[in-house]
């Protein structure tokens, strides 16, 4: 009886090893050398399956649109793993274009929903004592850079790119708390 309960064991622990082995996760992984400073391309990243691993932090292969463009903040080398440090915060903004985060609400944009390079539109909201006006709101045309994770009451940082001459006014407005962000239609 101990030695089935031992085979019986054994195997148990041989299956769920084997399991484990098989989740992996998509990364990037540098494809040649590239020089701190410059700038990344598709050419400059390959993909790598890992099996996951909480200690390793690498880039994941779903965000590699969001790399390409970006700065080289240390020498790359081939055959590394690619990693968020390694990189530069974002891609450079057009001419004309300024980069403003805004803070939204729970329920004041559809977080989920938003990628970089979505076009949406940034209205100003009433506080929460005074009525909505019958008026259309104030709103600006912004494109999404990057939409941060939820903090603990559901507020969302959403940093988006408006062009310079409404960026001190979208500033001002988030700084209020009191903005909203709706996805324009994409197609």
């Known amino acids: 009886m101990l030695g089935v309960l031992v085979?019986?064991?054994g195997v148990l622990g041989t299956s769920m090893l084997v399991r484990s082995a098989g989740d992996r996760v998509d990364v990037l992984a540098v494809a040649r050398d590239v020089p701190a400073?410059?700038?990344?391309?598709?050419?400059?990243?390959?993909?790598?399956?890992?099996?996951?691993?909480?200690?390793?932090?690498?880039?994941?292969?779903?965000?590699?649109?969001?790399?390409?463009?970006?700065?080289?903040?240390?020498?790359?080398?081939r055959g590394?793993?690619?990693?968020?440090?390694?990189?530069?915060g974002g891609k450079a903004l057009p001419d004309g274009q300024d980069l403003v985060a805004v803070e939204v609400q729970r329920g004041a944009?559809?977080?989920d929903a938003l990628a970089p390079g979505d076009q949406v539109k940034v209205i100003s909201t009433p506080g929460k004592d005074e009525a909505v006006s019958k008026s259309?709101?104030?709103?600006?045309?912004?494109?999404?850079?990057?939409?941060?994770t939820p903090n603990a009451?559901?507020?969302?940082?959403?940093?988006?790119?408006?062009?310079?001459?409404?960026?001190?006014?979208?500033?001002?407005?988030?700084?209020?708390?009191?903005?909203?962000?709706?996805?324009?239609?994409?197609?």
């Open 80 to 88: 590394e793993l690619l990693a968020n440090t390694q990189i530069h």
């Open 136 to 148: 259309a709101p104030d709103e600006l045309q912004a494109t999404i850079v990057k939409v941060g």
């Open 7 to 9: 085979t019986l064991v």
């Open 37 to 77: 400073g410059q700038q990344i391309t598709a050419e400059d990243l390959t993909t790598a399956a890992l099996p996951q691993d909480p200690a390793l932090q690498p880039v994941k292969a779903s965000e590699k649109d969001s790399v390409i463009g970006r700065r080289a903040t240390a020498p790359l080398h």
């Open 109 to 111: 944009a559809p977080a």
């Open 153 to 187: 009451s559901g507020a969302v940082v959403i940093q988006v790119a408006v062009a310079g001459t409404d960026s001190a006014q979208l500033a001002a407005r988030a700084a209020t708390g009191r903005v909203a962000i709706v996805l324009s239609a994409k197609g």
